[in-house]
C-alpha cells in the first residue's frame, strides 16, 4: 500500500515499511541494488529524524550481513529478511496466506529464543522484500517464524 509510512530516504526504494504500534520499520535499498552495486538498509523508529536502529550493507557485503529467505505454496508465501547484531537475530517477515490470516513485522531472537516481536499494525502492508532475489542475491528456504500453524 503506498500510504504505509516509511522510513526510507528519497534516492531509495521500499522493499518493506509498516508501522508496528507508534513505530515505523523500512528496508530499504538503493534503486540500484545489485551484485556490483547498492547498498541494503533496516529502519527502526518513530520518524526519519527519530531512528531508534539502523542496520546496512553495501553490495559487496550483503549477503554477508543479511539472510534473504523465501518459500511459496499454491495459496501463500513467506519471506524473510534477517540480520544479526552482537546475540541478537532480527527476523523480518511477510506471510500472505489465502485460507489463513496474514501477518508482518519483525521478530527479536536472542540464543535462539524470541524475546520480541513487533507486529505491523496492517498485515498488508507494502511488500517487496522478493526483489533481493531479482537483483541476484542468494535465497534459502524460509523459517516460516511467522507462520501460524494450522
Not at 528496508?27 to 520518524?47: D, H, I, P
Given at each position: 500500500?503506498?500510504?504505509?509510512?516509511?522510513?526510507?530516504?528519497?534516492?531509495?526504494?521500499?522493499?518493506?515499511?509498516?508501522?508496528?504500534?507508534?513505530?515505523?520499520l523500512?528496508?530499504?535499498?538503493t534503486?540500484?541494488?545489485?551484485?556490483?552495486?547498492?547498498?541494503?538498509?533496516?529502519?527502526?523508529?518513530?520518524?526519519?529524524?527519530?531512528?531508534?536502529?539502523?542496520?546496512?550493507?553495501?553490495?559487496?557485503?550483503l549477503?554477508?550481513?543479511?539472510?534473504?529467505?523465501?518459500?511459496?505454496y499454491?495459496?501463500?508465501?513467506?519471506?524473510?529478511?534477517?540480520?544479526?547484531?552482537?546475540?541478537?537475530?532480527?527476523?523480518?517477515?511477510?506471510?500472505?496466506?489465502?485460507?489463513k490470516?496474514?501477518?508482518?513485522?519483525?521478530?527479536?531472537?536472542?540464543?535462539?529464543?524470541?524475546?520480541?516481536y513487533?507486529?505491523?499494525?496492517?498485515?498488508?502492508?507494502?511488500?517487496?522484500?522478493y526483489?533481493?532475489?531479482?537483483?541476484?542475491?542468494?535465497?534459502?528456504?524460509?523459517?516460516?517464524?511467522?507462520?501460524?500453524?494450522?
Amino acid at each position: 500500500m503506498d500510504n504505509e509510512p516509511n522510513l526510507c530516504e528519497s534516492d531509495e526504494a521500499i522493499l518493506f515499511s509498516c508501522a508496528t504500534g507508534t513505530k515505523v520499520l523500512s528496508v530499504c535499498a538503493t534503486k540500484s541494488l545489485s551484485k556490483s552495486e547498492g547498498k541494503l538498509t533496516y529502519r527502526f523508529g518513530e520518524s526519519k529524524k527519530a531512528i531508534e536502529l539502523a542496520y546496512s550493507a553495501n553490495y559487496n557485503s550483503l549477503e554477508e550481513k543479511f539472510n534473504y529467505s523465501y518459500s511459496s505454496y499454491p495459496k501463500g508465501a513467506v519471506s524473510e529478511l534477517s540480520f544479526s547484531i552482537g546475540q541478537y537475530l532480527y527476523t523480518v517477515h511477510a506471510d500472505t496466506h489465502v485460507f489463513k490470516d496474514s501477518s508482518a513485522g519483525v521478530f527479536i531472537e536472542r540464543h535462539g529464543e524470541i524475546i520480541d516481536y513487533k507486529a505491523c499494525n496492517n498485515a498488508y502492508q507494502k511488500n517487496n522484500l522478493y526483489s533481493i532475489s531479482k537483483a541476484g542475491f542468494n535465497t534459502s528456504e524460509a523459517r516460516g517464524i511467522g507462520t501460524k500453524p494450522d
